[in-house]
C-alpha cells in the first residue's frame, strides 16, 4: 500500500502535457490574429475555443495515463 | 422600462417554483444527519463525479459570470476573452493541487481551508487570516449574484418605486436562504442539475439562432470596431496587452479555487477520483462561457443599445443589460422566460453555496477556535444555519442600500486579497517547509500591498508595473502574491533562527495526500 502510494504522489511525465495547456493559453502573441478566420469567427476566438477541446483532451489523458 | 413581459415572466415563476420545491426536497436527499456540520455544510461529501460536476459548475460559472463577460465583450472587446485562457489552466491545478487537499480534508474531517491551515501549521492566527480574508472575499461576491437575479427582474419589465421596486428580489432572497437553511449543500446541489440543463439550452439556442438571425459570423465580426476585435500589440518598451491578458487569466485562476465556495464544493466530492474526473469535465462550462462572451458582441452587431425599448435598461444596469436586452430581443417571450430564469436560478446556486461556505469558515475557525472551544456537534451545525442567515442578510443589505459600483469594486479586490492565501493553502498542500509566521507576514504584505496597488490604479484590475525603463501591465493579484510568497521565503529561515514558534504540530502526514 505504501510502495503504491508513493508511486501515485510522484512525478509523471504525463504532466508535462499540462505544460503545454499553460504555455499556449497564457501566449497571447500566438493566437492574437484575426486571420486565418473560421467561419468568419477571427482566429483569435476559435483558436482559444479549440484550446478549451484540446486541454480537456489532455487531462483525460492524463488522467488514464496516471489512473493505476 | 418596457411593459410586464407577462408569458415571460409566468414562466420564470413557473421555474422558481419548481427550485423552490427540489431545494426544500433536497434535504432527504442521500440522507444525512442535518445536525452534524459536514452533512450541512459539504453534503456528507457524497456527491460522485456527475453530481460534482454541476456542483462545481454551478458554483464557478455563476449568473454575474454569465452576464458580466458578454458584457465586458460588448463594452471593452477581446479583452473580455482572458475567462476563456483563464478557465482552461484552472483545471491542472484542480486536478494537482485539489486532489491533495481533497485527500487530506477528508481523512482528517476539515472542510474548511482554515481547519487545513490550523492543521497543517498548527497556527491559529494564520488559520485566522486565512478565515477572515475568505469570509471578506465572499461577501461582495455573494451581493453581486445577488445584482444578477436584479438584472433579470428588471429585464422582465418589473419596476416600481421603493419598498415594490425590491420587492420581486427580497422574495428570491427568502427562498434562497431559507431551503439554505433547512437542506444545506444538499439544496444548491440539486438545484444546480436544473439550472445547468436550462444554462445549456440557453447558450445552445442563442448561438445557433442569433447568428443566424444576424446573417451569420461573417456580419457580425464586420460590425465590430477593430480595436475591440483583437488584443491591441504593444508598442515598445512595454508588454502591454499582452501581459495584461496572460496575468489575468494566470491570477484569476490561481484565486479560483481559494475562494471558500470553490474549495466547498471541491470538498464535497465523494472521491479523490471523481475531482480528477472533474478536472477533464468541468472545460464543457469553458466552452460554454467562451460562446456566452460572444454574445457582447452579437449585442453590438444587433445594435440592442441603440433601441429605444432598452434604453432604460441600459440606463439602469448599465452593460450588464446587453445580455437580457439581447435575449428579449432575439427570442420569443417564453424562451425568454426560460433563459431569464437560468440566469436568476444560476445566481442562486452559487449565493447559496458562498454562504454555506462563508458559515463553516466563521463556525470552525472563529466561533470554535476563539469562543466556545468544545460545542455539541448540534450546536455546531446550528451555528452555522444562523451564519449562513446572516451573511445573506448582510449582502442584500449591501446591495439594496450601496451603489452596485461598490460590490463590483469589492468584489475586485477580493480577488487580490484572497490570492494571498495561495501560500498557506496551495503550496502547503506540498510542503511544511515555511514558517507560519512567515506566511503570516507575506500574507499581510501582499495584502496591503495589493490594496494600495489597486487603489493606486484607480480600482481597475491591473497595474502598470515599471522596472528598468520597461512597463509590465498586470493583473495586481499576481505582482502582490509574488511579493507574499518572496516575504515568506526570506523570512522563514529568519524567524526560524530567532526561534519563532516553527510548525511545532503538523497534525498531517505525508500519506495523508494521496489515496
Redesign the interface.
Known sequence: MNGESRKRSAWSWWYLLFVVQFVVALWPPLYNRIEPSLMGIPFFYWFQLLWVIVSAVFTAIVYFATND | MQDVNWIALSIFVVLFGLITWLGFAAAHWRKGDLDLLHEWGLGGRRFGTLITWFLVGGDVYTAYTFIAVPALAFGAG?VA?FA??Y???I??LV??VFRRLWYVCSKHGYITAGDFVRGRFGNRWLALAVTVTGIVATMPYIALQLVGIQVVIGALGISGTGLAADLPLLIAFVILAAFTYSSGLRAPASIAIVKDILIYVTALAAIIVIPIELG??????AAIPPQK???A?PGPNTTG??SA??TL??GSALALFLYPHSLTGILSASSG?AI??N???L??Y??ML??LA?FGFFVIAAGVDKLPEYAGGFKQFGNNFAVPALLLHSFPSWFVGIAFAAIGIGALVPAAIMSIAAANLYTRNIHREFINKNPTDKQEAQMAKWVSLVVKGGALIFILFVPTKYAIELQLLGGIWIIQTLPPVMLGAYTRWFNSWALLAGWAAGTVAGTAMAVAAKLTPTFPLSLAGHIFPGYTAVYTVILNLGIAIVLTPVFNALGARRAPLDATT??D???
Open positions: 477581446a476573452f476563456v485562457p478557465t482552461i489552466i483545471y491542472p486536478f494537482l451569420g459570423f461573417h456580419k457580425i465580426f476585435l483583437i488584443l500589440v496587452s499582452y491578458y496572460a487569466a494566470f477520483h480528477r474526473r478536472a477533464a469535465m472545460p464543457g469553458t466552452f467562451g460562446l460572444l505525508a500519506a495526500y494521496y489515496a
